[in-house]
């Protein structure tokens, strides 16, 4: 069984940094494609980073230039820098795998495992 646990969620004012992780457990991880996400109240998730088990890179266009997304395949961990915050940025933040075969960046629908989420608040 595929777990997902993240970790570095809290309070920042805007123009703040925050970094968020990830470690991956119970499958070969470095064949996963994994994804950074978000829920703010009332909203659907979005997609916020993607990155492929081969190296690419996708982001949403709102956080373009301020996010950055990294994976570390030996140690088991996703991470997401986030830099320049706005209070938009507020939200539930989950990571996510989908452990099959075709690269789809920002669609959630395709992720098949998700981690509990981490709380991101981003004051004015």
């Known amino acids: 069984q595929v777990q997902l646990v993240e970790s570095g969620g809290g309070s920042v004012q805007a123009g703040g940094s925050l970094g968020l992780s990830c470690v991956v457990s119970?499958?070969?991880?470095?064949?996963?494609?994994m994804g950074w996400f978000r829920q703010a109240p009332g909203k659907e998730r979005e997609g916020v980073a993607c990155i492929s088990s081969y190296g690419a890179v996708n982001y949403a266009n709102s956080v373009k230039g301020r996010f950055t997304i990294s994976k570390d395949n030996a140690k088991n961990t996703l991470n997401l820098q986030m830099n320049s915050l706005k209070p938009e940025d507020t939200a539930m933040y989950y990571c996510?795998?989908?452990?099959?075969?075709?690269?789809?960046?920002?669609?959630?629908?395709?992720?098949?495992?998700w981690g509990q989420g981490t709380q991101v608040t981003v004051s004015s």
């Open positions: 996510a795998a989908d452990t099959r075969y075709t690269y789809y960046p920002l669609m959630s629908a395709q992720y098949n495992y």
């Open positions: 119970g499958y070969t991880y470095s064949s996963y494609h």
